[in-house]
């Protein structure tokens, strides 16, 4: 086991277990053979880790996965229970968040039961097996294209650009090199000075963590209709979805006694170029970096602002700094990696992630998946996960919140959405979360 995989097992507390919980749904029942079948061949089978139990050795032995002896699908896949309303559904994400994992066995669970006219599917996997973006590529390995010949939109990743040997060798390239590195080098210089020096004010969800969590989103919303936003205020769909987060923080926040005008979350950043093929051992191959987002002012401003933030942090260094202190708190005795650890996760208010999946329909064992969001987990006293992933045209927000900091996570998904309306009006009304004829 890599220090990269280690660091998540030291990281796990009652109050914020480190899993990554997903859920998607369908619009007819999935087979429970079929299930147990695909996952055998494709996740099982393809990628051993999931039969392997973590052993954590005291430091300075290495940790390492060990096949489990009289592994047994049965343990780890639950394929029944009552039809689920919405509600319900949300009910039981929110419970697995912080349901915790026995070490004597592979750290993994999958949990089916009837939704709506089909099935929900909840994939619960702890973080030292692999990271989001490999987990999302995982999960689309699962599903087959609904249409023959639909090609899958690899798994979103933002890495600097280099420079080549060819570069430095070629005058004029080495000029325009020697420019770049001078600007990537002042934007990690002011990076890393923000990271170090920047303490999230005091709000309504500061405190000690508890162990209870929640989780909710709400309807899909055109990816063609964030799209054109982007591209009238010269942004990113990224950009624009990160705005309106802020915003909808921010009308949360204002009811509960007031709002910063900025406030930090932690946000994944992939350290390798996307590969189709997934790896064998899968494991984690990010780190994460601070992103500080606007609450207040009008749309235009607030997706200038995170547009000038983001910019900077792509533009330098620091992602591979931040990703060193992690193999470091994974390497070095608890005793010292903690107070690291802690150090940085206190300087944001929760985790964000945004994962790009396919652009076509596709299906589960024969079933049409109609959704599907995942979130990463909190550390220390972290309040708040909030995931946005893109699914067949749409994108899904889901927000994961700590239960005696937060409370219902069905504030913020109902800021978000009145967010959302009034940023797009009537150019892209939001769909159903689950077929009509369902129960909700």
């Known amino acids: 086991m890599t220090a990269d995989d280690a660091v998540w097992l030291r990281l796990d507390r009652p109050e914020n277990v480190m899993s990554v919980v997903s859920v998607l749904w369908t619009a007819t029942p999935v087979d429970a053979s079929d299930l147990r079948h695909v996952l055998r061949d494709r996740m099982l089978d393809r990628h051993p880790v999931f039969r392997c139990r973590p052993v954590v050795r005291a430091w300075p032995f290495p940790s390492e996965w060990v096949p489990e002896e009289h592994f047994d699908i049965d343990r780890h896949v639950t394929c029944d229970g009552p039809s689920c309303t919405t509600a319900g559904l949300q009910a039981l994400v929110g419970g697995l968040r912080s349901e915790t994992f026995a070490r004597a066995h592979p750290p993994w669970r999958v949990r089916m039961v009837p939704y709506g006219d089909g099935s929900a599917v909840v994939l619960q996997v702890h ?8 987990l999302t590529q995982l999960m689309v390995d699962l599903l087959d294209p609904a249409e023959p010949g639909d090609h899958l939109t ?13 570069d430095l060798l070629d005058p004029q390239r080495a000029l325009e090199a020697s420019a770049e590195l001078t600007r990537t080098a002042f934007r990690t210089v002011t ?9 999230n004010p005091h709000t309504a969800w500061t405190g000690r963590a508890g162990v209870a969590k929640h989780a909710g989103w709400g309807p899909p919303v055109s990816l063609a209709a964030l799209a054109d936003l982007g591209a009238r205020h010269h942004a990113t769909v990224n950009e624009v979805l990160l705005a309106l987060l802020g915003g909808a923080v921010g009308r949360v926040l204002d009811r509960r006694g007031g709002s910063p005008d900025d406030l930090a979350w932690m946000g994944p950043f992939n350290l390798e170029p996307f590969d189709p093929a997934l790896p064998t051992r899968l494991g984690n191959r990010f780190s994460l970096v601070l992103a500080v987002l606007p609450l207040h002012g009008d749309l235009a401003e607030r997706i200038s602002i995170v547009h000038d933030r983001i910019t900077r942090i792509r533009g330098s260094w620091e992602a591979w700094l931040t990703a060193g202190t992690q193999r470091l708190i994974g390497a070095v ?63 899904f927000t889901g927000f994961g919140t700590d239960g005696r900091l937060v409370g219902s996570a069905d ?30």
């Open 127 to 134: 973080h030292s097996i692999t990271d989001g973006i490999r």
């Open 154 to 166: 690899p798994a979103g990743t933002h890495m600097a650009d280099s420079t080549s040997v060819r």
């Open 191 to 199: 990076s890393v000075a923000t990271l170090m020096t920047w303490s």
């Open 333 to 395: 005795p608890p005793a010292a990696g903690e107070p690291i650890s802690r150090f940085f996760a206190d300087k944001a208010v929760g985790v964000l992630t945004n994962v790009p999946g396919p652009p076509a329909p596709m299906d589960l064992c024969g079933a049409r998946v109609l959704g599907s969001v995942g979130w990463a987990p909190c550390s220390a006293d972290q309040a708040v996960t909030a995931c946005v992933f893109s699914y067949a045209g749409d994108v």
């Open 411 to 440: 504030a913020l998904v109902h800021a978000f959405a009145a967010e959302t309306s009034a940023a797009l009006g009537d150019t892209a009304p939001s769909r159903p979360v689950v077929p009509a004829r369902s129960t909700t």
